[in-house]
């Protein structure tokens, strides 16, 4: 073999390793750019984006709500125990219900892991006679007037989280005036950068009347939407929600910070066709009466609400709506269509089996 044979061979071998080296290099990127997983979803994300359920007990009804929240608690990701009023001093007020409910609520949250406990304020008022004043706008007035006034507040929020053990505070504040929402709004926000750093959480309940759409509203607490009393107490019959009502809602929700809630309403009324009288009704005493009067019912369409009527033992007529499993489930196929996911729900105490099961 001659010299120049020599080269030529050489620079053959040469060319041919480089060849090489350049495809497996290129095959090598080629396969970690495909395969490289940046762009799929984090384990943090998939958190993030799972749908929450979380669910109300109420003072006045503990025992049954108990008896509820055992059946589900270890698939509730919080739960808001509906126990804080005010006196006619405008001090928080709680009742010798949660008093005797707390040790049990703590208890079974406890053996199902359920670490995210928060206390419901509501503006009622509790006079030292007896009555009561529901939902009292003039209450939220003179809380919110002054920078001091709300600094007393939130000691006194405070205060309450710390001695019944309370990790996050759920304020339902309704029936606000137009004219107290910049306050209001404030409020919210003064609350949340006092809880932040202690390492508590916040939720914000609002109504359907609302004016989330002109509200600044602080990042940071998770806001609630009530899908529910369309028909209730205030009106003739007809279902606590319907999906138009939902869809609707969850629109307007898309102006809400973080990743909202909508909360739907178990139970149901009883309209009396005599003289206007309306009963709330569990599901559980719905079901009773429809079986008790042997009256047929039916599935609303637009609801999924469940719907019968029957005359009473001085002939008179009722009309009864009520939500059972199936009208959950299309509450929440609709809510989730519409790009909410997460879901609350009031209250816990008389659901039926199928209802709990499903939740």
């Known amino acids: 073999m001659s010299m120049s044979t020599k080269q030529d061979s050489k620079t053959l071998i040469i060319a041919i390793t480089s060849v090489t080296i350049l495809l497996i290099i290129g095959g090598f990127l080629f396969f970690s750019l495909k395969y490289d997983d940046s762009n799929e979803p984090k384990e943090t994300e998939l958190i993030q984006q799972a749908p929450q359920m979380s669910a109300w007990i109420a003072d006045w009804v503990w025992e049954s709500g108990l008896e509820d929240l055992k059946k589900i608690a270890d698939r509730l990701d919080s739960l808001q125990v509906f126990a804080a009023y005010f006196d006619e001093k405008d001090g928080l007020y709680f009742t010798k219900d949660l008093h005797r409910a707390l040790p049990d609520i703590l208890k079974v949250a406890k053996e199902n892991s359920l670490n995210s406990l928060y206390l419901t304020l509501v503006n009622d008022i509790m006079y030292a006679e007896g009555t009561e004043v529901q939902k009292d706008s003039a209450l939220i007035t003179r809380l ?5 006034s709300r600094e007393e507040h939130i000691k006194d929020i405070l205060f309450a989280m710390n001695t019944y053990g309370f990790n996050g505070v759920d304020i339902d504040y309704e029936k606000i005036n137009d004219s107290d929402w910049e306050n209001v709004c404030a409020f919210y926000l003064e609350l949340y950068e006092r809880l932040k750093p202690l390492g508590k959480k916040m939720r914000i309940v609002l109504e359907p009347r609302a004016p989330i759409e002109r509200l600044i509203l602080p990042e940071g607490p998770s806001y609630i939407m009530m899908a529910y009393n369309l028909f209730g107490n205030h009106s003739g019959p007809g279902p606590k929600a319907d999906h138009e009502f939902i869809e609707k809602l969850a629109k307007r929700m898309e102006k809400l910070p973080g990743n909202p809630v909508i909360a739907f309403s178990a139970g149901g009324f009883d309209w009396s066709s005599d003289n206007g009288k309306v009963t709330s009704l569990t599901e559980k005493q719905a079901e009773k ?3 008790d009067t042997k009256a047929t019912s039916k599935r609303d369409p637009k609801s999924g609400g469940v719907y019968f009527e029957y005359r009473d033992k001085d002939n008179i007529e009722h009309t009864v709506w009520y939500a059972d499993k ?34």
């Not at 919110?144 to 001091?148: D, P, S, V």
């Not at 299309?330 to 709990?356: E, M, P, Y």
């Open 144 to 148: 919110m007037a002054t920078e001091e």
């Open 289 to 291: 009466l429809l079986l």
């Open 326 to 359: 199936e009208t959950f489930s299309q509450w929440i196929r609709t809510a989730s269509k519409a790009g909410i996911h997460n879901i609350a729900l009031w209250r816990l105490g008389g659901l039926g089996k199928a209802t709990l099961d499903s939740l």
